[in-house]
């Protein structure tokens, strides 16, 4: 790997595990606020809302600048999203600033992968990556759950700064000041973001930006296998970027775990999730990627299962299961989404039209459990509801793909052969 690989990690590292703790931050902040449990659940649709209202522009944002610069840039609105919460604007419509800064930074963390690194190097890039990024999801949760717990938040109640009254009198306060300090490290590692040899594509006017973004969706969706790919990361991140509260609310229903303890399960469900993008990125081949579809299924159907788990101690290799499927599953997918997104349009582009998708199904689906929780359907009520739905739309995606080889076989081994040769 270039070494300008491994700056990029430092970076993605510390801007992800200051999203994360942030995460479990603003749930306590609405807990300990009286919040119901429905506004809980909305923190992760939030988040994704500017990636889908923006997608059509922040791809060229990221295609016209060098993107270490967009990732400072992002990296410095999400800043603004964590003051903006830490001095008493609604944590729905922080947490919502600071998706828009992390809708701004995807195209650019990923988009300079292509740029740095031929496609012979994609999976085992992406297999680090999301190795990373599970690792700083791990850290992220557990450390914004123990921010808030009995034992750290004293602690860091007790800074104080001479002649300057901060206004952070609880654990939440003072977890979300500290990632304030995460951030800015992520965004000095950006600076330090080496410039590559692509060449910047300036950005248009906003209708015409909108009008490519729809034609580059329309032609990733018409790729025989970037439909494939598109969907299955989609329906994956989805399920991902919901799992997060989902299992805190099951811990707490199932367990009788507070915010503290059930942060700790999420964090198991990332450690399987790093597990099975390693293995992935070492095991996969690019052109062997639609190999991995059924397991999809299967993390449906294990989602389900969490509402038969009624102690610690089965729950811990149970979510090390889920997470490992779940990271199996998308390190090869999202290698040969990035691939034919690549060759089909600009780098940035095409992460702009993947996070599109992948955000607008955490979106939906974040919508779905959140309107169940608020009429009422009990926790355990709709986890089961969720797993079928997972379940039963893989399951389509799967045949989707066989109708392809069978009817289209010619375009798909061409576009296969293409994978396996690329040399750049």
């Given at each position: 790997?270039?070494?300008?690989?491994?700056?990029?990690?430092?970076?993605?590292?510390?801007?992800?595990?200051?999203?994360?703790?942030?995460?479990?931050?603003?749930?306590?902040?609405?807990?300990?606020?009286?919040?119901?449990?429905?506004?809980?659940?909305?923190?992760?649709?939030?988040?994704?809302l500017?990636?889908?209202?923006?997608?059509?522009?922040?791809?060229?944002?990221?295609?016209?600048?060098?993107?270490?610069k967009?990732?400072?840039?992002?990296?410095?609105?999400?800043?603004?999203?964590?003051?903006?919460?830490?001095?008493?604007?609604?944590?729905?419509l922080?947490?919502?600033?600071?998706?828009?800064?992390?809708?701004?930074?995807?195209?650019?963390?990923?988009?300079?992968?292509?740029?740095?690194?031929?496609?012979?190097?994609?999976?085992?890039?992406?297999?680090?990556?999301?190795?990373?990024?599970?690792?700083?999801?791990?850290?992220?949760?557990?450390?914004?759950?123990?921010?808030?717990?009995?034992?750290?938040?004293?602690?860091?109640?007790?800074?104080?700064?001479?002649?300057?009254?901060?206004?952070?009198?609880?654990g939440?306060?003072?977890?979300?000041?500290?990632?304030?300090?995460?951030?800015?490290?992520?965004?000095?590692f950006?600076?330090?973001?080496?410039?590559?040899?692509?060449?910047?594509?300036?950005?248009?006017?906003?209708?015409?930006?909108?009008?490519?973004?729809?034609?580059?969706?329309?032609?990733?969706?018409?790729?025989?296998?970037?439909?494939?790919?598109?969907?299955?990361?989609?329906?994956?991140?989805?399920?991902?970027?919901?799992l997060?509260?989902?299992?805190?609310?099951?811990?707490?229903?199932?367990?009788?775990?507070?915010?503290?303890?059930?942060?700790?399960?999420?964090?198991?469900?990332?450690?399987?999730?790093?597990?099975?993008?390693?293995?992935?990125?070492?095991?996969?081949?690019?052109?062997?990627?639609?190999?991995?579809?059924?397991?999809?299924?299967c993390?449906?159907?294990?989602?389900?299962?969490?509402?038969?788990?009624?102690?610690?101690?089965?729950?811990?290799?149970?979510?090390?299961l889920?997470?490992?499927?779940g990271?199996?599953?998308?390190?090869?997918?999202?290698?040969?989404?990035?691939?034919?997104?690549?060759?089909?349009?600009?780098?940035?582009?095409?992460?702009?039209v993947?996070?599109?998708?992948?955000?607008?199904?955490?979106?939906?689906?974040?919508?779905?459990?959140?309107?169940?929780?608020?009429?009422?359907?009990?926790?355990?009520?709709?986890?089961?509801?969720?797993?079928?739905?997972?379940?039963?739309?893989?399951?389509?995606?799967?045949?989707?793909?066989?109708?392809?080889?069978?009817?289209?076989?010619?375009?798909?081994?061409?576009?296969?052969?293409?994978?396996?040769?690329?040399?750049?």
């Amino acid at each position: 790997m270039k070494r300008g690989f491994y700056t990029i990690m430092s970076a993605q590292f510390f801007s992800s595990l200051a999203d994360n703790a942030l995460f479990v931050a603003a749930v306590e902040l609405l807990r300990g606020g009286g919040a119901p449990e429905w506004q809980r659940a909305a923190l992760v649709p939030m988040f994704a809302l500017f990636y889908v209202v923006l997608a059509p522009f922040v791809g060229a944002f990221a295609d016209a600048l060098p993107k270490g610069k967009v990732m400072f840039v992002a990296n410095s609105i999400k800043i603004v999203g964590c003051l903006m919460m830490l001095f008493g604007t609604h944590p729905l419509l922080s947490y919502a600033i600071v998706g828009l800064g992390a809708a701004a930074y995807s195209p650019a963390k990923y988009g300079i992968l292509t740029e740095l690194l031929p496609p012979s190097q994609l999976v085992k890039a992406n297999g680090w990556i999301e190795g990373l990024t599970i690792a700083s999801i791990i850290l992220g949760v557990l450390l914004g759950g123990q921010m808030i717990g009995p034992r750290v938040a004293p602690i860091l109640l007790g800074f104080d700064f001479p002649l300057v009254e901060t206004g952070v009198d609880t654990g939440p306060e003072a977890a979300i000041a500290s990632m304030v300090l995460v951030y800015i490290v992520a965004a000095v590692f950006n600076l330090r973001i080496p410039r590559t040899e692509a060449p910047l594509l300036p950005m248009d006017r906003p209708f015409a930006l909108v009008r490519d973004f729809s034609q580059c969706n329309a032609r990733l969706w018409a790729d025989k296998l970037g439909q494939i790919s598109l969907a299955t990361t989609t329906l994956f991140w989805g399920v991902s970027g919901n799992l997060r509260y989902i299992v805190l609310a099951w811990a707490s229903v199932a367990l009788g775990y507070g915010t503290t303890e059930a942060s700790r399960l999420v964090g198991v469900v990332a450690i399987g999730t790093a597990g099975g993008a390693i293995v992935a990125s070492v095991a996969m081949k690019l052109d062997r990627a639609t190999g991995v579809i059924p397991l999809g299924i299967c993390m449906g159907l294990l989602v389900i299962g969490m509402n038969f788990i009624t102690n610690a101690w089965a729950a811990g290799p149970f979510l090390v299961l889920l997470g490992a499927i779940g990271g199996y599953l998308v390190v090869p997918m999202n290698a040969l989404l990035q691939h034919r997104g690549h060759n089909l349009m600009g780098a940035g582009r095409s992460i702009a039209v993947q996070n599109f998708n992948e955000q607008a199904c955490i979106l939906g689906l974040g919508a779905f459990y959140t309107a169940m929780t608020k009429f009422g359907l009990s926790a355990f009520g709709a986890i089961t509801i969720f797993g079928l739905v997972v379940a039963g739309t893989m399951e389509l995606i799967r045949r989707w793909h066989r109708h392809n080889t069978v009817q289209h076989r010619d375009e798909v081994e061409r576009l296969l052969a293409i994978a396996r040769s690329d040399p750049h």
